[in-house]
Nanobody, 117 residues
Framework: QVQLVESGGGLVQPGGSMTLSCTTS??????MSWYRQAPGKQRDLVAAMTWSGTINYGDFAKGRFTISRDDGQKTTYLRIDSLKPEDTAVYYCNAGGSLYSPPGNYWGQGTQVTVSS
Protein backbone atom coordinates (compact mmCIF):
# COMPACT_ATOMS: atom_id res chain seq x y z
CA GLN A 1 0.00 0.00 0.00
CA VAL A 2 1.58 3.23 -1.16
CA GLN A 3 1.12 6.22 1.10
CA LEU A 4 2.08 9.82 0.49
CA VAL A 5 1.85 12.10 3.50
CA GLU A 6 2.09 15.84 3.05
CA SER A 7 2.87 18.35 5.77
CA GLY A 8 3.85 21.97 6.17
CA GLY A 9 0.74 23.81 5.06
CA GLY A 10 -1.06 26.47 7.05
CA LEU A 11 -1.80 30.16 7.17
CA VAL A 12 0.89 32.57 6.02
CA GLN A 13 0.96 36.28 5.33
CA PRO A 14 1.54 37.64 1.84
CA GLY A 15 5.23 37.86 1.09
CA GLY A 16 6.11 35.02 3.40
CA SER A 17 7.66 31.65 2.60
CA MET A 18 6.61 28.09 3.22
CA THR A 19 8.07 24.65 2.68
CA LEU A 20 5.82 21.67 2.09
CA SER A 21 7.01 18.11 2.59
CA CYS A 22 5.80 14.83 1.15
CA THR A 23 7.03 11.56 2.58
CA THR A 24 6.46 8.39 0.62
CA SER A 25 6.16 4.85 1.91
CA UNK A 26 7.33 1.98 -0.25
CA UNK A 27 9.20 2.51 -3.49
CA UNK A 28 11.17 5.51 -4.62
CA UNK A 29 9.42 6.85 -7.67
CA UNK A 30 11.18 8.10 -10.76
CA UNK A 31 9.09 11.27 -10.81
CA MET A 32 7.62 13.10 -7.84
CA SER A 33 5.29 16.03 -8.40
CA TRP A 34 3.35 18.71 -6.62
CA TYR A 35 -0.07 19.85 -7.83
CA ARG A 36 -2.42 22.44 -6.43
CA GLN A 37 -6.13 23.03 -6.60
CA ALA A 38 -7.88 26.23 -5.66
CA PRO A 39 -11.63 26.25 -4.92
CA GLY A 40 -13.63 25.93 -8.10
CA LYS A 41 -10.55 25.43 -10.27
CA GLN A 42 -8.81 22.48 -11.87
CA ARG A 43 -5.83 20.76 -10.34
CA ASP A 44 -2.67 22.17 -11.87
CA LEU A 45 0.90 20.93 -11.98
CA VAL A 46 3.17 23.07 -9.82
CA ALA A 47 6.44 21.19 -10.25
CA ALA A 48 7.80 17.75 -11.02
CA MET A 49 11.24 16.28 -10.45
CA THR A 50 12.87 13.06 -11.58
CA TRP A 51 15.31 11.12 -9.46
CA SER A 52 18.10 12.25 -11.78
CA GLY A 53 17.32 15.88 -11.00
CA THR A 54 15.41 16.98 -14.09
CA ILE A 55 12.73 19.51 -13.13
CA ASN A 56 9.65 20.93 -14.79
CA TYR A 57 7.72 23.85 -13.34
CA GLY A 58 4.26 24.95 -14.29
CA ASP A 59 4.27 28.31 -16.06
CA PHE A 60 2.91 30.12 -13.01
CA ALA A 61 5.46 28.46 -10.74
CA LYS A 62 8.67 29.62 -12.39
CA GLY A 63 10.68 31.86 -10.10
CA ARG A 64 8.96 31.50 -6.70
CA PHE A 65 8.60 27.74 -6.37
CA THR A 66 11.44 25.29 -5.77
CA ILE A 67 11.05 21.53 -5.79
CA SER A 68 13.66 19.24 -4.29
CA ARG A 69 13.86 15.66 -3.09
CA ASP A 70 15.82 13.58 -0.64
CA ASP A 71 15.43 10.00 -1.78
CA GLY A 72 17.27 8.70 1.25
CA GLN A 73 14.43 10.09 3.33
CA LYS A 74 11.83 9.35 0.61
CA THR A 75 10.78 12.96 0.95
CA THR A 76 9.98 15.57 -1.66
CA TYR A 77 9.84 19.25 -0.82
CA LEU A 78 8.18 22.31 -2.29
CA ARG A 79 9.38 25.69 -1.18
CA ILE A 80 7.24 28.69 -2.02
CA ASP A 81 8.67 32.18 -1.68
CA SER A 82 6.97 35.58 -1.86
CA LEU A 83 3.60 33.99 -1.27
CA LYS A 84 0.58 35.68 -2.82
CA PRO A 85 -3.12 35.35 -1.96
CA GLU A 86 -3.61 33.60 -5.29
CA ASP A 87 -1.34 30.81 -4.06
CA THR A 88 -4.11 29.80 -1.69
CA ALA A 89 -5.00 26.21 -2.57
CA VAL A 90 -4.79 22.63 -1.48
CA TYR A 91 -1.38 21.30 -2.46
CA TYR A 92 -1.12 17.64 -3.37
CA CYS A 93 1.90 15.38 -3.68
CA ASN A 94 1.87 12.88 -6.55
CA ALA A 95 4.04 9.87 -7.33
CA GLY A 96 4.63 7.84 -10.42
CA GLY A 97 3.62 10.33 -13.09
CA SER A 98 5.65 11.93 -15.84
CA LEU A 99 7.63 15.12 -15.81
CA TYR A 100 4.98 17.03 -17.74
CA SER A 101 1.73 15.03 -17.63
CA PRO A 102 -0.25 13.03 -16.77
CA PRO A 103 0.04 12.57 -13.02
CA GLY A 104 0.73 9.21 -11.48
CA ASN A 105 -1.76 7.05 -9.70
CA TYR A 106 -0.69 7.90 -6.18
CA TRP A 107 -1.84 11.02 -4.36
CA GLY A 108 -1.40 12.39 -0.91
CA GLN A 109 -4.31 13.69 1.11
CA GLY A 110 -3.41 17.29 0.38
CA THR A 111 -2.28 20.13 2.61
CA GLN A 112 -4.05 23.48 2.74
CA VAL A 113 -2.04 26.63 2.11
CA THR A 114 -3.82 29.87 2.88
CA VAL A 115 -2.18 33.20 2.12
CA SER A 116 -3.90 36.03 3.89
CA SER A 117 -3.17 39.02 6.06
Amino acid sequence: QVQLVESGGGLVQPGGSMTLSCTTSGSIYTTMSWYRQAPGKQRDLVAAMTWSGTINYGDFAKGRFTISRDDGQKTTYLRIDSLKPEDTAVYYCNAGGSLYSPPGNYWGQGTQVTVSS
